[in-house]
């Protein structure tokens, strides 16, 4: 019994030593220069900041800069802990609001604005075992009313931002962003929503979730692009971030599959695989399969158009003007060669008629005085024909050239007798091709654009 009551009062002096102790000791200056030794043993530098509302559980920070000639600026921040818990390095909770992050890359790595990594190389990667994660100092994370800008050569982004993290019992993250920003040499991107949900796969050692953008804005210098929606599926280990997604345009049925491989170490071996796309064009579609697209390589990009039913009509006289009237609708394909610097170069297609239709040229198309030509102004004047080839090629000055073999006849020349012509057509289509397909093909001519 005696022993009994000699453990309770030395367990009672303990508590009422510790419990005056907390009243008469600058509890709040110890705390505030154990927390900035901690973050400054994390690697984030020169950190200053001012402790309040303090108690054995609970601390709210307030003014808080890390960095020096450009800090890191934080308004509130509130923490929740055990006293032994922190005094090992441990946060149970970290609440952030008014944070105003920035994260550029220069030649040779990441940054962030006010951290310094501590490791030897020096090189950002993602936290995804389970020992990396030990270094987070704390389990819970929310973030609100905050803005993260991004930036590096040459596009950056900037995104209000709210953020949810949990270490345990699985860590996950979720971020959402309302009306972030996108700028790439002259293109930009406004874009009403973006979501970010991901968990980590403890055996593979890997994030995987999925990514929303919904009601994406995109204008170029000669271009504005219908409203997007983009979607897909995420995976990130230690070095490496991988998208899967699928876009679909909100005016029309056209839409894009692709993945995306960013590699932390070597970004320049950054590649987007586009696996397929379709785009309405002149009546009717292009569909594009797959295609890998180096986004730093200085190398043209092979592209095979997949062209089905698009109207004869509009295809001739988006190529010579409108001089051309006609009916019926062709199918093919045309194979591109795209160079970096935003020029097309149609190697041989060829584009079928799906059926018989009419063709009418003016006479001016066809000119020339032998009797040959007359009688050839004459059949194309009202031309019904039974099979029509077009045969495309690039001609001098990167023009396109049209080779036309048709099959049919003039009902009022010759007696309607059939016949077979082919009639060459010369003009300009690439502009038309960049606007419909290089934006799915070739984002290093945006980039390039911003670089004359």
């Keep these: 019994m005696k022993n009994r009551y000699k453990i309770l009062s030395v367990f009672s002096v303990v508590i009422l ?53 450009t800090p890191l600026l934080l308004k509130d ?33 990441w940054r962030l604005q006010g951290y310094n990594a501590s490791s030897a190389e020096g090189k950002f990667y993602f936290p995804v075992t ?26 950056q982004i900037k995104a209000p931002l709210e953020f949810r993290w949990h270490k345990i019992p699985v860590p996950e993250v979720v971020v959402k962003s309302e009306n972030p920003s996108f700028e790439m040499g002259k293109m930009k991107a406004h874009i009403a929503s973006a979501e970010i949900n991901a968990a980590i796969n403890q055996q593979k050692e890997i994030w995987q979730g999925f990514w929303s ?7 170029t210098e000669n271009a504005v692009i219908p409203a997007l929606d983009l979607k897909g599926t995420l995976e990130v280990d230690a070095r490496t971030l991988t998208l899967a997604g699928r876009m679909e345009s909100k005016e029309s049925a056209g839409y894009a599959e692709f993945t995306l491989g960013y590699s932390l170490e070597n970004s320049e071996k950054t590649v987007l695989t586009l696996t397929q796309a379709a785009l309405p064009w002149q009546g ?22 997949q062209v089905k039913k698009v109207s004869v009509d509009s295809f001739l006289q988006s190529l010579t003007g409108k001089k051309v009237s006609a009916t019926g609708v062709v199918s093919g394909t ?11 170069f149609f190697e041989q297609g060829i ?13 001016d198309l066809i000119p020339g005085d032998h009797e040959q030509v007359v009688l050839t102004r004459e059949i194309l004047k009202d031309f019904q024909y039974d099979t029509l080839s077009l045969s495309i090629r690039n001609d001098t000055g990167n023009k396109m050239s049209v080779l036309a073999a048709i099959e049919g006849k003039n009902p009022a020349v010759m007696k309607g007798r059939a016949v077979q012509l082919n009639v060459r057509i010369n003009g300009d289509l690439l502009d038309l091709i960049r606007q419909n397909v290089i934006l799915f093909t070739d984002p290093q001519q945006i980039l390039d654009q911003n670089h004359p």
């Design 351 to 363: 584009l079928k008629a799906d059926g018989p239709g009419t063709i009418t040229l003016p006479e």
């Design 213 to 219: 953008l919904k009601d994406v804005q995109l204008k």
């Design 77 to 109: 921040l509130t923490l929740l802990y055990s006293p032994r818990a922190l005094w090992k390095g441990n946060l149970q909770e970290l609440t952030v609001s008014g944070l105003s992050l920035e994260m550029y890359k220069d030649k040779t790595r």
């Design 334 to 344: 045309l194979p591109l060669i795209i160079g970096r610097d935003g020029t097309v």
């Design 130 to 155: 389970a020992e990396q994660l030990s270094f987070l100092p704390f389990d819970h994370l929310a973030l609100g009313d905050s803005q993260i800008r991004i930036v590096t050569d040459p596009w």
């Design 284 to 305: 009717g579609m292009v569909m594009i399969g797959k295609t890998e697209i180096p986004l730093t390589d200085k190398k043209a990009v092979k592209v095979l158009l």
């Design 17 to 69: 030593t510790i419990g005056f102790s907390f009243y008469l000791l600058p509890w709040k200056m110890l705390l505030a220069q154990r927390l900035q030794i901690l973050l400054e043993d994390k690697g984030f530098q020169n950190v200053r900041l001012t402790l309040s509302d303090l108690n054995l559980h609970s601390a709210k920070i307030r003014n808080i800069s890390i960095g020096d000639d």
